[in-house]
Structure formats: C-alpha cells, structure tokens
C-alpha cells in the first residue's frame, strides 16, 4: 500500500533526473530509477522522501551518492529539489554515447533545482569532465542555457579565495 502513494513520487524523481542534463544518454530518462539506502522516511503528504546511510540512486548512466539525499516535490506534484549531502556527495552522468567518459561532480552538498533547471554544488565544489577540472567553494550549472559560474560559496567549511580551473588543449586531427 505504501509503495502504491509513493510510485507518483518516484515517476516524478525519474522525469526530472532523466533531464537534469541536457547532454545525457537520451535513453537515461526511459530507465529504472534505484534507491539504495541504510534507512528511507516518506512523507507524501508534505512531498518530502529523505534516505540516509550510504545513499545510491542510479538511473541509466547517472548516479548521485551522499549520506543523505531529500527529494521535495511542489504543491502541483513536480519534482522540485533533490538535495545530496555527504563528505562528499558525488554525481556522475554520461554525456553521449560516443564518448564513453562520465561528467563527475563533488560537494558537501549537491542540489538539483528542477523547476529552476540549476545544479548547485556547494562546500569544496569540483567539476570534472574530459580531463577538464573547475574547483571552488560554489559551481552552478544551468542546464536550459548550459551557463556554469563558479566562486564564492559563503557559509562554507573549507574556504577558497580563488577557483581553480584546468583546460586540457584540444586534440589534432590525426
């Protein structure tokens, strides 16, 4: 019976992760969402799921990990925010089937606005992606305009005056 209620959330989680970003394996969308966790507490009448302990949640190429991931949803039933917190809360996606690397990501915490189409990684940020590196206290990704900003987080533990980024030359044409 429980799991009946909370099947509209997880269809929900599943449309907005699937497209959290615009450069992911287009069949990402279309599959199974896994939830694993030490512990789960679901309140469907606040719209709020929190699991805690070693949390994994896989869908297609994408993973997000972290000691405790909370998914909100809005009053209209939308997915609104899934939040990873962990020292530190990772997400990895594929971008194309062709390139067989993985977009990562790494932050005390790690929040996907949907309704805002924003991921926000906050607390020693790092992006990495085909050898490219951004680090700094705060990244924020739009994946409508495929905008990223990276600087000052403010009420973080690890402080950082500067960001960090590393470029990799692009190859020649063989």
Do not use: C
């Not at 009946?4 to 599959?31: M, W, Y």
């Amino acid at each position: 019976m429980r799991l009946v209620k909370t099947l509209p959330l997880l269809l929900s989680l599943s449309a907005a992760l699937g497209s959290a970003s615009a450069f992911a394996l287009p069949n990402d969308r279309d599959q199974p969402i896994r939830i694993q966790a030490d512990q789960a507490h679901l309140d469907d009448k606040q719209g709020v799921a929190t699991y805690t302990g070693d949390v994994v949640i896989t869908q297609g190429s994408m993973m997000i990990k972290g000691n405790t991931v909370t998914i909100t949803r809005s009053a209209s039933g939308d997915i609104d925010v899934v939040t990873s917190v962990g020292n530190l809360a990772y997400f990895e996606q594929q971008q194309s089937a062709a390139k067989p690397d993985k977009m990562k990501g790494w932050g005390v915490t790690i929040q996907y606005q949907s309704l805002k189409d924003l991921v926000i990684l906050t607390d020693r940020a790092k992006v990495e992606n085909e050898g490219n590196t951004t680090e700094g206290e705060k990244i924020v990704y739009n994946t409508q305009t495929q905008v990223a900003t990276a600087g000052r987080g403010g009420n973080v533990t690890t402080p950082r005056q500067r960001i960090d980024m590393v470029i990799q030359p692009k190859k020649k044409a063989e």
